[in-house]
């Protein structure tokens, strides 16, 4: 079963506007990753938060975890059209013994110019 | 660096073919994976390996084997294609566990494959 799940599915958005994706999961974790993947090519590893932090930046990206409410926020500032991509949140599973990410069904966005 | 690398690209089989997708990495990873997308399902885990000389099942492992080569290369192999395997297949790697903690996972390319 999936254990990350993103919200909304797709989001389209006018090029410099902001874009903010949601993930939420079921199981402790120890981090908690967000990854990008382009229309026909592997997915990319953007940013991974880890359960003692609660908000991590990095260029245009901002990412927030609530471990209490065991979700997390994906924002994208100041779109781009390159920025149009599926974006997919990926947790490690604590108590799976953390052998493995477990990937949400991903969000799909576009950026309009 | 390839960082990974996938063969072939793409694949048509026929109902009952059999097929390896090749994969490796020369990141020095500790870790290998295989994965299929299909549309609106994400990333299910076929197998992994944690290491070299291990491998382990993952979430949807019926209908596939895998082999740990050496620390490089991990194989995905299909003994008799059936059309539910039409998929994308994604190989990925990651640096060994550190005290139990899952890290970053680099992706190859992608491997298309239709089952007739």
């Known amino acids: 079963s999936q254990q990350g799940e993103e919200d909304p599915q797709a989001l389209s958005i006018q090029e410099g506007e902001n874009a903010t994706m949601n993930c939420s999961y079921k199981t402790s974790i120890n981090n908690l990753q967000w990854y990008r993947q382009n229309s026909g090519r592997g997915l990319v590893h953007l940013i991974l938060i880890r359960s003692n932090e609660r908000e991590k930046h990095s260029g245009r990206l901002r990412v927030t975890l609530d471990t209490s409410k065991k979700s997390s926020s994906l924002l994208i500032t100041a779109s781009r059209a390159a920025d149009t991509a599926s974006y997919f949140c990926a947790t490690d599973g604590r108590s799976q013994g953390a052998q493995k990410l477990v990937f949400g069904q991903g969000t799909r966005l576009t950026i309009n110019p | 660096n390839a960082g990974v690398t996938q063969t072939p690209k793409f694949q048509v089989l026929k109902t009952g073919q059999s097929m390896t997708l090749q994969c490796a990495q020369d990141m020095n990873h500790n870790s290998m994976y295989w994965y299929r997308q299909d549309p609106g399902m994400g990333l299910r885990l076929i197998y992994y390996?944690?290491?070299?000389?291990?491998?382990d099942k993952g979430e949807v492992p019926n209908g596939y084997n895998v082999s740990r080569l050496n620390k490089r290369e991990f194989s995905l192999r299909l003994e008799s294609a059936a059309p539910s395997q039409t998929s994308v297949y994604f190989c990925?790697?990651?640096?060994?566990?550190?005290?139990?903690?899952?890290?970053?996972?680099?992706f190859g390319p992608g491997t298309r494959l239709l089952v007739l």
């Open positions: 990925a790697s990651s640096e060994a566990l550190v005290a139990g903690v899952q890290e970053t996972q680099y």
């Open positions: 390996s944690a290491s070299e000389g291990t491998t």
